[in-house]
C-alpha cells in the first residue's frame, strides 16, 4: 500500500457550500438590522464589500484570515453607521457568533461519514482547506488526525506550504499521501505538483478543465476507497 495518509477539501467537498453561506448571511444580516438597525443602509449597499477590499489592500494576509476579516470589516461597517468604536467591536463579535454557527451547519454529501469511517480504518486522515469552517463544531473532528487552514499557516491554495504542512506531520513523503478536493487548480494541480496523488471529487459532474493533466476523478463518496486503492 503506496498510500498511508488521505487529505481532504472541506468545502463542496465534504458539503455544498453555497446553500451553508446564504444562510449564514442572511441570518447574520437579519440579527444585525434587528440589533443594530443604524446598519441597515450600508449593509444592503455595496459599502461592505468596498471595506472588505480596503482591509485586504492595507494588509494582504487578511485573505487568509477570513474570520478576523469579517469581523473588522463589520467593525468598521458600524463606525460608518454611526455607532462608535466599542459599539462595533461588540456588534461584530456578537454577530460573527450568529454567522460562525450557521456556517458550521452543513449537509454532508451522502456517504461521506460511511466512507471516512472506513478509510480512516487503513489510512491517517487530514484536512487541507482554505476555509474557517470548524470540524467540531459539525462532528466530524474524530475522524481526522490532522487538520490545517489557511488561518493557521496565514497562506492558502495552491501554495505549497499547504501541503507540506500535511507532510511534516505526519512524516511522509508527499507521494504517500493522497488529496481529494473538487478545484482544479487549488486541489488538484496544486497536490500534484507538490508530489502527492490526488482526486478529483466532481459532485458537481462539471467538464474538467485542464486538458494537459490526467486526473482521476469521482463523482460519489461511495467510490473513494476504491479510488485511493488504485495508488
Known sequence: MSIKAVSFDLDDTLWPLLPVIL???KDTNQ???DNYPG?????????????????????NDLVNQLSKLRELTLVELGIRSGYNREESQVMARESFKIFFTARNEVTLYE???ETLEELKKEY?????TNGNADLEKIGIDHYFNFSFSSSDLNTSKPDPVMFEAATKHTGLDAHEICHVGDHPI?????????????IWYNGNKSEW???????????YWSDLKE???TF
Open 39 to 59: 446598519v441597515e443602509a450600508l449593509l444592503k449597499s455595496k459599502e461592505a464589500m468596498k471595506i472588505r477590499d480596503d482591509l485586504i489592500s492595507k494588509k
Open 124 to 128: 491517517s486522515l487530514g484536512v487541507i
Open 227 to 229: 479510488a485511493v486503492q
Open 23 to 25: 444562510k449564514a448571511e
Open 111 to 113: 456517504g461521506v461519514e
Open 186 to 198: 487549488n486541489d488538484v494541480k496544486a497536490s500534484l505538483d507538490f508530489g502527492m496523488k490526488s
Open 209 to 219: 478543465p485542464l486538458s494537459d493533466i490526467q486526473v482521476l476523478e469521482v463523482k
Open 31 to 33: 440579527w444585525l438590522i
